[in-house]
């Protein structure tokens, strides 16, 4: 709940199978409204793991992405966030193998982040690299499912919290360098 008090207010719009270019089909001005009405600080994209298995070309998802970026942008005063894919695996004949798509989507992601100058936080490599997914899914206390696409709630769990701790300390090391 909000308060008068400092802290953090987090709203989020998920909708399973979604992809970056969906979200350019919501409407502008209202999108552009709402975002200016929240008065958000960060607006944080979270895609690329749909985009991994279909037909999305890594140079669509980067347009969509900084399509998306220019609509905070004209909201004002938002700083943005693309998160990168987790791994995603998909069976082969020799077993579980990190969709090899993944990486021209982290790295479409890296240069969308770069052209709207938003930041980039990688979550395959916050997660331990290719071939992650695999190893979670096969543990004692899974953190990802069977599937190799989705992550349990112990998997989520683990890369929000090194989200959260890495975005704190670069913010801790920005303002250790700003002039007071």
């Known amino acids: 709940l909000e308060s008068r008090r400092p802290g953090v207010v987090v709203d989020s719009l998920g909708i399973n199978g979604a992809k970056a270019h969906d979200a350019l089909g919501l409407d502008e001005p209202h999108v552009v409204e709402q975002l200016r009405h929240r008065g958000s600080a960060l607006v944080i994209f979270a895609y690329g793991t749909n985009e991994c298995g279909d037909g999305t070309s890594p140079e669509e998802h980067e347009r969509a992405l900084v399509a998306l970026a220019g609509r905070v942008q004209r909201a004002g005063g938002a700083a943005c966030l693309f998160l990168g894919p987790p791994d995603r695996a998909a ?58 696409v989705h992550l349990t709630r112990d998997g989520y769990a683990l890369l929000a919290g090194a989200l ?7 913010y801790e090391a920005w303002a250790a360098a700003s002039p007071r």
Not at 108 to 118: D, E, F, I, V
């Open 164 to 170: 959260a701790g890495d975005l704190l300390a670069a």
């Open 91 to 148: 069976r082969g004949e020799h077993g579980w193998v990190t969709m090899p798509k993944l990486e021209a989507i982290r790295a479409a992601q890296r240069r969308a982040a770069a052209t709207a100058g938003c930041a980039f936080y990688d979550q395959l490599a916050a997660m331990g690299g290719p071939g992650t997914i695999h190893t979670w899914a096969g543990e004692p206390k899974p953190r990802a499912r069977k599937d190799h």
